[in-house]
């Protein structure tokens, strides 16, 4: 079974419109999510992280948590061609040490025109 | 603010060489860990070293083996390439603690 799951796409939204990506987690004792965008042919950069259960939003960016659910989200608002790009969900494991994250395969998103 | 600066940015080596990759951390940072990216999947945690020692590996090969320098520049050397090693190869880093980690641009090796 896969510690970090998500959907590998793509997802394909139009412009202007609501990119909403998921991803869920095995490890329950893990305090620590984030999400990266990666360009093809380039390195993931960092979007989110969120520590407690909830939303928190940056600018065109949330992202929701919840625990019990062991779920993770990435809402990207207003949608632009430049988002498009692979998504990755990283967690944090329980018990690990704090660079140690556990990547999903990521989700391609693609905005269109 | 210099973020995290890897070298070089392609490298092909042939089976059975050995490579050593660089890095140097984001300003400010004591922390860098090591990850593996093959195509189609997502970065897989190679080592992490802070204070000059290895912290924490991932289920990786003792081919693979590290240093840090006082300077907190890390690098990373892998021994007797198999072509299942062809793959991205990033460096991260961040402050000790629970702060994000950030990645550099990679190192692409080709094994052939």
């Known amino acids: 079974q896969k510690e970090v799951e998500q959907n590998s796409g793509p997802l394909s939204v139009p412009e202007g419109a609501i990119a909403s990506l998921n991803c869920t987690y095995s490890?329950?004792?893990?305090?620590?999510f984030f999400w990266y965008r990666q360009y093809s042919g380039k390195s993931p950069e960092l979007i989110m992280f969120?520590?407690?259960?909830g939303d928190k939003e940056d600018g065109r960016f949330t992202a929701q948590l919840n625990k019990a659910s062991q779920y993770v989200s990435l809402l990207i608002r207003d949608s632009q061609p430049s988002d498009s790009a692979t998504y990755l969900c990283a967690v944090r494991p329980s018990g690990g040490g704090y660079n140690k994250l556990i990547f999903g395969a990521g989700t391609r998103l693609a905005v269109h025109p | 603010d210099a973020g995290v600066t890897q070298s070089p940015t392609h490298l092909i080596k042939t089976r059975g060489q050995q490579v050593t990759l660089r890095c140097s951390p984001k300003s400010g940072h004591d922390t860098v860990s090591w990850y593996q990216q093959a195509l189609g999947q997502g970065p897989q945690f190679i080592f992490q070293y802070y204070e000059e020692e290895e912290r924490q590996r991932g289920n990786f090969p003792d081919r693979f083996s590290g240093h840090q320098f006082p300077n907190y520049s890390s690098e990373l050397n892998v021994n007797a390439l198999l072509l299942g090693d062809s793959a991205l190869y990033l460096c991260?880093?961040?402050?000790?603690?629970?702060?994000?980690?950030?990645f550099g641009n990679g190192t692409r090796l080709t094994v052939t």
């Open positions: 490890d329950r004792g893990s305090q620590s």
């Open positions: 991260a880093s961040s402050k000790r603690g629970n702060s994000p980690l950030h």
């Open positions: 969120i520590y407690s259960n």
